[in-house]
T-cell receptor, first 110, second 115 residues
Framework: EDQVTQSPEALRLQEGESSSLNCSYT??????LFWYRQDPGKGPEFLFT???AGEEKEKERLKATLTKKESFLHITAPKPEDSATYLC???????????FGTGTQLKVEL | ETGVTQSPTHLIKTRGQQVTLRCSSQ?????VSWYQQALGQGPQFIFQ???????GRGNFPPRFSGLQFPNYSSELNVNALELDDSALYLC??????????????FGNGTRLTVT
């Protein structure tokens, strides 16, 4: 059974203080590793898909990387508007589902 | 481009009742998936519909059922509601049934409370 574990559960940063969120995954035949952002009371918003180890993708202050067992979401010089829960999900095997982690709740303070 | 829309946004039901949640997929998307998100948890896969047929199901009992219509919109039906069914129900659409090829785009969900 696919498993996704995210750490830390919660992270508090000062504005401009860079950090990384971790996603460890166990999946048979990875088809894709996904990152989403979720604001309170909203649905998850798609950020990135990574398909193979060594791949990197960037969007504004966010960069996602992938190894054979982990993915990292690096946040460079974060701003208060980056505060949200960040969800990681894997897709693998022959199934059509995403397996999500429980998320990292990020708060960026002035 | 119209995104995924869900209705209603909030709903309160009594244990034992039945509920129907509705979803309109993003334009150009032919696949709809439903997820349940309990408070403080990640979304859990309920099932997926493609070409009006169920195309994969998670570990949910048969009292969770669904439909997809020719315009790709979808319904989630839950019978005999239990207290543990209280959650945010998310609908997501995509271009293809394989999630490895096409990311899911989510609506803002229906918050269901069962008392």
């Amino acid at each position: 059974e696919d498993q996704v574990t995210q750490s830390p559960e919660a992270l508090r940063l000062q504005e401009g203080e860079s950090s990384s969120l971790n996603c460890s995954y166990t999946v048979s035949g990875l088809r894709g590793l996904f990152w989403y952002r979720q604001d309170p009371g909203k649905g998850p918003e798609f950020l990135f898909t990574l398909y193979s180890a060594g791949e990197e993708k960037e969007k504004e202050r966010l960069k996602a990387t992938l190894t054979k067992k982990e993915s990292f979401l690096h946040i460079t010089a974060p701003k208060p508007e980056d505060s949200a829960t960040y969800l990681c999900a894997s897709s693998g095997g022959g199934g059509n589902k995403l397996t999500f982690g429980t998320g990292t709740q990020l708060k960026v303070e002035l | 481009e119209t995104g995924v829309t869900q209705s209603p946004t909030h709903l309160i039901k009594t244990r034992g009742q039945q509920v129907t949640l509705r979803c309109s997929s993003q334009s150009g998307h032919n696949t709809v998936s439903w997820y349940q998100q309990a408070l403080g948890q990640g979304p859990q896969f309920i099932f997926q519909y493609y070409r009006e047929e169920e195309n994969g199901r998670g570990n949910f009992p048969p009292r969770f059922s669904g439909l997809q219509f020719p315009n790709y919109s979808s319904e989630l039906n839950v019978n005999a509601l239990e207290l543990d069914d209280s959650a945010l129900y998310l609908c997501a659409s995509s271009e293809h049934p394989g999630t490895g090829n096409s990311p899911l785009h989510f609506g803002n969900g229906t918050r269901l409370t069962v008392t």
